[in-house]
């Protein structure tokens, strides 16, 4: 994209003077400027190519008008462009006739029918009939490229997108063209499929139908489709998309060019997830637990039950004897209103949406913060999460493209390689649970030491100079490298780059889909919506509330832990599995027995809701609308589509409902009035007006909080900060989310694109320009913003977790573990998307070459592998980018999980191999 | 008549064995080199400059100019052409196999002028003979020490390297070639950039050469530039090689000197081409590869220089090849051949080239085979236009262009030309429904 | 059919250490292994990819552009028909007909003895002996029907063996020089 901030150049086009940007091709200024010039394989996302020549238009040079491609002409000042000229309409004419020479025509029974720019090009700029009459290419139909994507030669027109996609993109080549001239065509190299995170995206910017994707095929055609925009929650990254249904059936959905966010792209689970809501298991009716049997109730039964249960605990035990786990599948509006039951109504702060594979609130909320843009855009990126290939992957593409396109040095503190490690300039891979240690190290002067937690002197070295070449710009993608150590060290490391690293700035990677959100609304032990800390907050929010716990709570694994002991008796799992997904499956399940009274708000049943007393439906994506936060902290819109299947309710007027008879009234008609009161109070939303988030200029969202600019204006008539006038003037206040349904969106003029390019709103531009206002603090006999009386609270700081324990000793047979997610999982997204169920790959351990030596391993070799918790047979590869003494498992697969292995109650956990 | 002067590129060939070190050594062989080695790149460059040395792949180019095109930015790139796979040219063939240090000599030098330390001899694939020469040329080259490290004491130390084409045409063209060179399918690059002298082989400014043009370096370096210009014409200056191809007595390449000699010199000189064959009537020749426009026998006196045969003919002499045709030859088929030949070169990427040669192609077919509709003439005049708009007859020079690389516009001429000039053959092909030629 | 021997292995890291960017050669690594197999194997491909760390499939991809590189087995000798225009004048489509009932096999295919593929080539820039052929790109010159009957005749006999070389092998002269000094070079990928 144009830098906007530079100077201008001026052409015209067809006449109309345009103002365009150095660098800028004559195609995209044209567009900006409402000149739509025909295209195949131009995408604005991707290196030109300039092979289909359908942009062929007249450029005056030296010796007058020539037809030249605007895909690739740069603007130069002064150029004239003629779009309308005769030999423009010749050319396009001639191409479209020869376009179509080899093209099979067999558009009835083709998916993109009705959508297909080949189509739709054809009759505004084509030829009335073909003067063919010769035999055309033939390739045997649609062959699979994987089992995800199709492949329709015949109907290829070589304009190079997917492939280019694969591989400047995607970074994975697993696609090519094949052949020369008119016979190339797109393939794999021989039985190796297109097994790409991102293949579906291949089959949204391809301009005719020749890649379609399994879950879509011969399911819907474009003209039966509605569409809403929305943001996707598979992960954290928050991904624009549309959602797009067929008779109340979610059939596909398609990315949305966001700017600050993900350039248009999906990754597959997130496409193909869509499924799962489909799902003909979910949950539909309230389950109330019989006679030991799961057995359908009313919403009047089942609803009675559970606030009967929590309130014999609370009567019992006190408030303390509940425990909420879960929320960060839910909508910022339900999350707040479940806060608003745990932490008001019910009193308890043992909430925890993180279920122990996280990292504390106050790390997450309380650091400076960096956006999307700013990390790629950073002097240099340090990156201590998880495979962000694995867990974010849009977020993996921005990253691995501001590397490879812009040069941005990253740096990885990771206990093992993952999918950014290639574009790495320096690897720091520590030993599990010394995270703190090399960051020690790394921000420290002098010569380092020979070998620091694992990590040598030399890449210390390399990692120091690529830091201080940064000169103050760094920012650190913090999120939880291994779920398999506790994450203290992390924590603590992330304290010393705060302290330690000049200017550093965050950018949190945790994964769930809303987390963030989750989070920002107070689902967390010792925060209170907002980003306050419970003491903090103590005042600001018991006015607002009334009353609030007393005491900080516990985290997922001190619930698990007093359940499991006996000294926590009911449990609310918010569309949350601890059996399956909390880092240690043995604790969790013992958790989950002792718990006396469970009761679970899902979509589906999971091997933990199954063993709740009272089970309650919930409305999932596209079947509620709400708003959702990103990793960025950026609130953006959530569209429905469709309705919930039976009676499902969305979360919030779950919460809503079973407050009212366990005694309390949160007071909410609808989301609308929730996300006013989120506003209203929540310090880090303040200002983040519904008519703000339903402007045009926040397509990209709202990053939290508003910038100190921003914020110093107040919204008219309020007193409270917010947007400037003249935003809130293009918007009709339609009322939180449910908002006008967008232009449908066409493939090739890649959705969104406009909103982008017209500068969506971004954390630190919101207001175009601001004639009035005045900080709230100053203004006088306005309406006060929040509780009167109480000082807003200042936002959470991260002080740095309690020092850590100190690890056990490494005995020398023993491996440390280390486990992360893989994309493709048993968790319900996947699972319940038959396109993606068959997709998790086999459990594999991997370890150092050297350390499978000395156990006379090699790769393919079976192995039993111990803990203290369990053991369990597996097949071992060997991997260099596994450090010795360390042995990574993927968390999350079917049968030999580290789930299983990983001790919670330890710093680390370390594994035994015994061959067998 | 054909002037008489001395040759120059092909001045070995006749030699026994010239492709080996002694050979070359005995003949003088890397003297120039060593002189140029004494002089500053500046006046290297400067003498071939004012020897105003056209490139001899194709679009001649003048060397000296793109050598002071380049780039100001380290490193630099020099790469020589030796892809010759135009149909009918067959001289950059022989300088490879006959005389390999000359060219190797010139690549010293050039890479000397232009600051190169790295230089590639790009050689067609299928030239197996040629490339064992050229890399034992290169060899033997190292053993004497004129590659390498500080070459005759100079301080100047370059590397070269032989490197193989895999059969296909279109890695002739420069940037397809430097593609190529750099481990891709050889898809000629978008332009701009619209030289390799700004972006070149792996981003570096870089000098594209032919073989032949290479190989008039260390003559020039040895008799000054001035006196290459002292031969031909002030507009065509220096000696060429011609491949006179087709229905001629003595087919073969020929050194000859530019502007002063003419086509039907080069046809019917006994020395040279040698006149038809079997005194059979010209009927038309191909002045300059697949690629350009045809000419009847009333331009058989354009002289050869190239500015002429442009300006004046509306065609070009490009590669360097003549083809003959006689009053034997079919005209629809010898131009639906050459058509063929583009289709099957098409690299694919342009959809005019790409999909616009098959279509001609199948469409010639049948006419030749007498399948043809009378609309198929019009048809295939429009069809050429949409691969070249503005493509006429009599034809200009140069064809519109507006695919990636000058291929899309080659299809069009044999069809022009021949439909051009042979618009009754075709007739009769599509009236009667077969070749009258049998 | 197999992945490249130990000694063609270190012959490609000798030819990577030539380039300043190892995928350059690609394609003198690819005329390599067909000149151990006769043709391109999936296994070879696979192994030069590895060896330049590309995926298979760019290297597939860029294969198969190549007119001489073959994915499909071919025989021991390739036998390469020009019927361009300088040949076609002089009876080229007439000798490769010929080719092809001596041989019994049609353009693009192979002998079922597996010592002949036959096809139809484009100019072999050896216009000046037209009509001319190639066998494993070994020129040969003004071709006659007898001609053509004559050279199939020797090199069923191994009388040619020393001047046609099985195929796949493009040159016998090998790079020596220049070598180990310029080995194992930081090489960036691509
Ligand atoms: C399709 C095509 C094929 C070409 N083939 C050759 C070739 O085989 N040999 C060659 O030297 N130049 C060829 N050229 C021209 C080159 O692009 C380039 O102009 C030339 O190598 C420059 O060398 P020169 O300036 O010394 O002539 C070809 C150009 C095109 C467009
Ligand atoms: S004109 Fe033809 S050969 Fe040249 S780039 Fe385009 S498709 Fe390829
Ligand atoms: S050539 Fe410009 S869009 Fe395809």
Redesign the interface.
């Known amino acids: 994209m144009a830098d906007l901030a530079t100077s201008t150049v001026a052409i015209t086009v067809d006449g109309k003077q345009v103002v365009a940007y150095p660098g800028e091709m004559v195609i995209a200024a044209a567009e900006r400027a409402g000149v739509y010039i025909p295209r195949f394989c131009y995408h604005p996302r991707m290196r030109?190519?300039?092979?289909?020549?359908?942009c062929?238009v007249d450029i005056k040079g030296p010796r007058g008008f020539?037809?030249?491609?605007a895909c690739?002409?740069?603007v130069a000042e002064g150029q004239e462009v003629c779009t309308t000229s005769a030999?423009v309409r010749?050319?396009q004419?001639?191409?479209l006739?020869?376009?179509l020479?080899?093209h099979p025509l067999d558009c009835p029974v083709c998916d993109k029918g009705g959508e297909c720019p080949l189509q739709d090009q054809t009759l505004t700029y084509g030829p009335g009939e073909s003067?063919?009459v010769?035999?055309k290419r033939h390739w045997e139909k649609p062959i699979a490229l994987s089992s995800l994507v199709y492949l329709d030669r015949e109907r290829c027109?070589?304009c190079?997108r997917c492939t280019r996609f694969a591989?400047e993109v995607a970074g994975?080549?697993?696609?090519?063209?094949?052949?020369?001239?008119?016979?190339?065509e797109v393939?794999?190299?021989?039985?190796?499929p297109f097994s790409s995170y991102f293949s579906g995206n291949t089959v949204q910017i391809c301009p005719v139908g020749a890649l379609t994707a399994t879950p879509y095929r011969f399911r819907a055609r474009p003209w039966d489709l509605e569409q809403v925009e929305s943001t996707c929650t598979t992960c954290a990254v928050g991904c624009r998309m549309a959602v797009q249904s067929s008779t109340n059936q979610l059939t596909r959905y398609l990315g949305i060019d966001s700017d600050p966010v993900n350039h248009g792209w999906l990754c597959d689970k997130g496409r193909f997830a869509f499924e799962a809501v489909n799902g003909v298991e979910r949950l539909s009716r309230p389950l109330v637990r019989r006679d030991g049997e799961l057995v359908p109730a009313s919403w009047g039964q089942a609803l009675d039950a559970a606030a009967k249960g929590l309130r014999d605990v609370r009567a019992l035990h006190g408030p303390d004897g509940i425990a909420v786990l879960g929320g960060a599948r839910l909508a910022n509006e339900d999350a707040y209103a479940w806060a608003k039951l745990a932490k008001s109504v019910l009193g308890t702060d043992s909430v925890d949406a993180q279920l122990g594979d996280g990292l504390p609130a106050e790390a997450v909320l309380g650091l400076p913060r960096a956006t999307i843009d700013q990390a790629c855009s950073a002097g240099a990126v340090l990156l201590m999460g998880p495979d962000l290939k694995e867990e974010l992957p849009v977020l993996y593409l921005r990253l691995r493209a501001a590397v490879v396109d812009s040069g941005i040095p990253l740096v990885e503190l990771v206990p093992a390689s993952g999918g950014l490690s290639g574009y790495a300039a320096a690897s720091l891979n520590y030993r599990p649970g010394e995270a703190a240690a090399v960051a020690r190290a790394l921000v420290g002067a002098g010569d380092p030491a020979d070998e620091v937690a694992g990590v040598g002197a030399q890449a210390l070295r390399q990692a120091r100079r690529v830091l201080a070449d940064a000169a103050g710009d760094v920012v650190v993608i913090l999120g939880r490298p291994s779920v398999a150590d506790s994450g203290e060290s992390v924590a603590e490391a992330a304290a010393v780059l705060a302290e330690g690293v000049p200017g550093v700035r965050f950018l949190a990677a945790l994964r769930r889909g809303n987390v963030h959100g989750a989070l920002d609304m107070g689902l967390a032990p010792g925060v209170l919506p907002g980003r306050v800390g419970l003491d903090e907050g103590r005042e600001w929010w018991s006015q607002a509330w009334g009353v609030i716990p007393e005491e900080r709570g516990l985290d997922a694994a001190g619930v698990l832990t007093a359940a499991a002991e006996g000294r926590l008796h009911a449990l609310v799992l918010l569309g949350a599995d601890p059996a399956s997904d909390f880092p240690d499956a043995e604790l969790a399940r013992h958790g989950l027995a002792g718990a006396g009274f469970v009761v679970a708000v899902d979509t589906y049943l999971n091997e933990s809701s199954r063993q709740a007393d009272v089970v309650l439906p919930a409305a999932g994506y596209a079947e509620r609308p709400g708003t959702t936060t990103n990793l960025e902290g950026r609130v953006t819109r959530m569209g429905q589509k469709v309705v919930p299947p039976g009676v499902a309710w969305p979360d919030w007027m779950i919460a809503s409902e079973l407050a009212l008879r366990v005694g309390g009234d949160l007071g909410f008609e609808g989301i609308e009035a929730i996300w006013d009161e989120i506003e209203r109070y929540a310090p880090s939303h303040a200002g983040i007006t519904r008519r703000l988030l339903t402007s045009p200029l926040a397509r990209d969202g709202v990053v939290a909080p508003l910038s100190e600019e921003t914020a110093t204006h107040t919204v008219p008539g309020t007193g409270r900060p917010g947007g400037g006038p003249e935003l809130l003037e293009l918007a009709p206040d339609t009322g939180g989310a449910t908002q006008p349904v967008p232009a449908p969106i066409d493939p090739m003029s890649d959705p969104g694109i406009d909103a982008a390019e017209s500068q969506g709103i971004s954390a630190t531009e919101v207001v175009p320009e601001v004639t009035s206002g005045v900080a709230p603090e100053q203004e006088e006999g306005e309406q006060e913003p929040g509780p009167s009386g109480a000082e807003r609270p200042p936002p959470l700081r991260f002080q740095g977790a309690g020092s850590p324990r100190g690890l056990p000793k490494l005995d020398g047979y023993a491996l440390r573990l280390v486990s992360g997610h893989t994309l493709y999982d048993q968790g319900v997204g996947v699972q319940r998307s038959p396109s993606l169920a068959g997709l998790p790959p086999a459990p594999r351990l991997r370890a150092n070459p050297y350390d499978l030596d000395r156990l006379g391993l090699t790769t393919g070799d079976s192995v039993r592998v111990r803990s203290g918790h369990a053991s369990f047979v597996i097949e071992v590869v060997a991997h260099s980018g596994v450090p010795r003494g360390s042995a990574a498992l993927p968390f999350n697969l079917e049968g030999q999980s580290a789930g299983e292995l990983i001790d919670a109650s330890g710093p680390v956990t370390d594994v035994r191999l015994e061959t067998v | 008549m054909t002037t008489e002067v001395a040759p120059i590129v092909t001045r070995r060939l006749a030699a026994q064995e010239p492709w080996t070190l002694q050979s070359y050594l005995s003949d003088g062989g890397y003297g120039a080199l060593r002189k140029a080695l004494t002089m500053p790149r500046q006046e290297v460059m400067a003498e071939v400059d004012r020897a105003n040395l056209l490139g001899r792949g194709g679009a001649g180019f003048p060397a000296g100019r793109k050598w002071s095109m380049l780039r100001k930015a380290e490193p630099v790139y020099l790469v020589v052409n030796g892809d010759e796979s135009e149909p009918a040219t067959f001289k950059d063939h022989l300088l490879i196999e006959r005389d390999p240090h000359q060219i190797v000599e010139g690549t010293l030098i050039t890479a000397y002028a232009i600051g190169a330390a790295q230089a590639f001899i790009y050689v067609r694939g299928e030239f197996a003979l040629g490339l064992e020469r050229m890399i034992q040329a290169v060899e033997d080259a190292y053993g004497h020490g004129v590659i390498g490290a500080n070459i005759f004491g100079s301080g100047f130390s370059v590397d070269l390297v032989v490197h193989p084409g895999a059969g296909?045409y279109i890695c002739g063209d420069e940037t397809a070639l430097l593609e190529s060179l750099e481990g891709k399918?050889g898809f000629p690059r978008?332009k701009?950039p619209y030289y390799p002298a700004a972006i070149g082989l792996y981003g570096a400014p870089t000098v594209v050469n032919n073989v032949e043009t290479m190989s008039n370096i260390p003559w020039i370096v040895l008799n000054g530039g001035d006196a290459f210009a002292a031969l031909g014409t002030e507009t065509a200056t220096g000696t060429r090689m011609f491949a006179v191809a087709g229905r001629v007595n003595r087919p073969g390449a020929y050194e000859v000197e530019l502007g002063k000699n003419t086509f039907r010199d080069l046809v019917y000189d006994p020395k040279l081409g040698g006149g038809v064959r079997d005194g059979r009537e010209l009927k038309a020749f191909v002045p300059g590869g697949a690629s350009s426009f045809w000419f009847g026998p009333e331009r058989l006196d354009f002289s050869l220089d190239e500015s002429k045969v442009k300006g004046e003919g509306g065609s070009m002499m490009g590669s360097g090849s003549v083809i003959v045709l006689d009053d034997t030859t079919c005209a629809v088929r010898a131009a639906w051949r050459l058509v063929r030949f583009f289709?099957?070169?098409?690299?694919?990427?342009?959809?005019?080239c790409?999909?616009?040669?098959?279509?001609l192609e199948?469409?010639m077919r049948?006419i030749e085979s007498g399948h043809g509709r009378p609309q198929d003439l019009e048809?295939l005049m429009d069809v050429c236009?949409?691969i070249s708009?503005g493509v006429s007859w009599p034809s200009r020079w140069p064809p519109?262009m507006?695919?990636?690389c000058p291929l899309g516009p080659s299809i069009p001429p044999p069809v022009v030309s021949s439909l051009g000039m042979f618009r009754d053959e075709y007739l009769v092909h599509v009236k009667e429904g077969g070749c009258p030629f049998g | 059919m197999a992945r490249l021997t130990p000694e063609n292995v270190q012959r490609a890291r000798d030819t990577i250490s030539l380039y300043p960017v190892a995928r350059s050669a690609l394609i003198p690594l690819l005329h390599m292994a067909q000149e151990q197999d006769g043709w391109l194997s999936?296994e070879a491909?696979?192994h030069v990819a590895e060896l330049l760390e590309?995926?298979?499939?760019?290297?597939?991809?860029?294969a198969?552009?190549y007119d001489m590189l073959f994915t499909e087995p071919v025989g021991r000798y390739l036998v390469s028909i020009c019927t361009n225009i300088a040949c076609l004048l002089e009876g080229a489509y007439e000798l490769l007909e010929h080719a092809g009932s001596t041989l019994g096999v049609r353009p693009g295919s192979t002998t079922p003895d597996e010592l002949f593929t036959l096809e139809e080539v484009e100019c072999i820039a050896d216009c000046g002996r037209a009509p001319c052929l190639a066998v494993n790109w070994r020129f040969f010159g003004d071709v006659t029907p007898d001609g053509f009957d004559r050279l199939v005749a020797r090199l069923r006999a191994g009388e040619l063996s020393d001047e046609v070389p099985p195929h796949g092998t493009l040159s016998r002269v090998r790079r020596t020089v220049g070598l180990p000094a310029r080995a194992e070079g930081g090489r960036e990928r691509r």
Not at chain 1, 66 to 69: A, G, I, K, V
Not at chain 2, 343 to 352: A, L, R, V
Not at chain 2, 354 to 359: A, L, Q, T, V, Y
């Open positions: 030109p190519v300039g092979m289909c020549r359908m062929l020539s037809l030249q491609p690739f002409i740069p030999a010749k050319a004419d001639g191409v006739e020869l376009l020479v080899n003067r063919f010769e035999e027109i070589q190079d591989d994975d080549p697993l696609i090519d063209f094949v052949g020369r001239g008119d016979h190339i393939n794999t190299f021989p039985d190796l | 296909a399918r978008i701009p289709h099957k070169e098409s690299c694919g990427q342009c959809t005019p790409r999909e616009g040669s098959g279509w199948k469409i049948r048809l236009d949409n708009p519109n507006t695919t990636i | 999936e491909m696979v590309l995926t298979p499939a760019e290297v597939y991809g860029t198969s552009f």
